[in-house]
């Protein structure tokens, strides 16, 4: 496998001379796979202006068809200094290696299934000549390359022509009249002289493909590439059909030498025309349904390939899932150690030095504040103590209240600048004469008082009066006038 931009190339399927073709997935949000065929033009290749111009229009010309017996487009572009085109992909077997299944079986493909093949290629061929630009002029769409290797046949009975790289069109082809384009045994009798092509040469190419589904045998094929493009320019039909198949339909032999005529002229003049003559003969299959006789002959004839194929692609569904989750671990472990370094990437964040520098806002306050605040609190306490010795009156009343007062301000105060110790305060012990904070807010006030074990006492008349020190928030001297 191999990682190529968004896609994962699973296994090669062919190699040709311009570009490779791969078996992809394409890994989308949330586990979202989708099979496609990747094709990527071959590396000493990617550096051709031309070359890349075609394979460019190609992306083009692909991207204004639109029909179910032709190979969707879906992405074009450009990754590692590499053209692809990213297309469907066609689960089954090129007609090419269909011939050579049958040929090694000592069989031919029966007629039924050759023609409707051939009708489903036509239908395509039909589609595309008829294609016009935005503004309503023909494209005149020569597809050029009509072969068993540019036919693909799905194991359900679908039938899609593929590669329109060297196809014609007058918006963008710079093909050179005189230039041989198409694999060469299939290639029309005025290309093989280097004159002008219109439409009709795919007629002929394919043809060139029913008769040798028909019959097994390749209808020019000579020593040398000299010789067979001399066979070609002459267009003889020798053998023909009927002589080799004899399990032929009657009628048949007519629509193969009417595609195969040598002059332009006196062929179908339209593959929409070939499609319509050829639809009576292809629907006479044994089951009615000429796409179940295809899906059916596929099956029996590719049994062992179709199983194959199926664990090939669960074992690897499996390693790209195991790479897939390993590489997501390894992922989340550097998010980790970058979490646990402080730090993104190799880049520290420009607010770590201050992060790590920040005073506790206690510690950040001005020492003269707390300074201030203690004056302050000693002034109050000063001024409550004089006011109790120049009015001994009110000192009942008095002491109570500035004693309350003097505990919010000291609590207050611990709020702001420290924590309260957990035991009770006790001012000046030397004075028997005290007032006690109780944790329920009650307020006592005693003399003589004592410490016993855990508790403060004092001797009443009634008798030793006791309160455990933890039910105590305070306790103050007070000074007799």
Known sequence: MERFGQYML???????????LFKAKKIGIEGCEQILAVKRILPHLSSDEEFINMFIAEAKLAAHLTHKNIAQIYDFGKTEQNCFIAMEYVRGKDLKAILKK????????????????????????SYAHKQKDNTGKDLNIIHRDISP???????????????????????????????LK????????????GKPVDHRSDIFSLGVVLYEMLTGKKLFHGDSEVSTLEMIRKARIEPLPSAVNMDMPSGLEAKVLKALAREASERYQNASDMELDLWG?????????????????????????????????????????????????EHIEEEKKTLEAGSYGDEKPKTEKKARHVKPVRDSMPRRRGSLSCI???????????????????????????????????????????TPTDKPVIQDKSSRD????????????????????????????????????????????????
């Open 434 to 481: 005290i007032a006690i904070t109780l944790k329920s807010g009650r307020k006592l006030f005693w003399s003589n008082y004592f410490e016993e074990g855990d508790s403060y006492c004092t001797q009443k008349a009634e008798g030793k009066v006791c309160i455990p020190k933890d039910d105590v928030a305070a306790i103050y001297s007070i000074r007799k006038p």
């Open 281 to 329: 003969a292809s629907v006479n299959v044994p089951e009615g349904n000429p796409v179940l006789a295809l899906k059916q002959y596929m099956k029996d004839l590719f049994k062992s390939e179709m199983e194959s194929e199926r664990m090939a692609e669960k074992i690897i569904s499996l390693k790209l899932e195991k790479e897939l989750a390993a590489g997501r671990e």
């Open 149 to 179: 290797q540019n036919i693909l046949i799905s194991y359900e009975g679908e039938v899609k022509v593929v590669d329109f790289g060297i196809a014609k069109a007058n918006t963008h082809s710079k093909t050179t009249t005189g230039m």
């Open 376 to 418: 302050i609190f000693l002034a109050l306490v000063i001024s409550i103590i004089a006011g109790v010795f120049m009015f001994p009156s009110y000192k009942d009343k008095i002491t109570p209240y500035a004693l309350d007062v003097i505990t919010k301000i000291k609590d207050i105060y611990h709020k702001q600048f420290g």
């Open 182 to 193: 198409g694999k060469l045994s299939y290639i029309s009798p005025e290309q093989a002289w």
């Open 102 to 125: 049958v040929n090694d079986k000592k069989k031919k493909v029966p007629a039924a299934i050759a023609v409707f093949i051939a009708k489903e290629v036509a239908a395509a061929l």
């Open 10 to 20: 699973l296994e090669k399927v062919a190699t040709g001379g311009m570009a490779e």
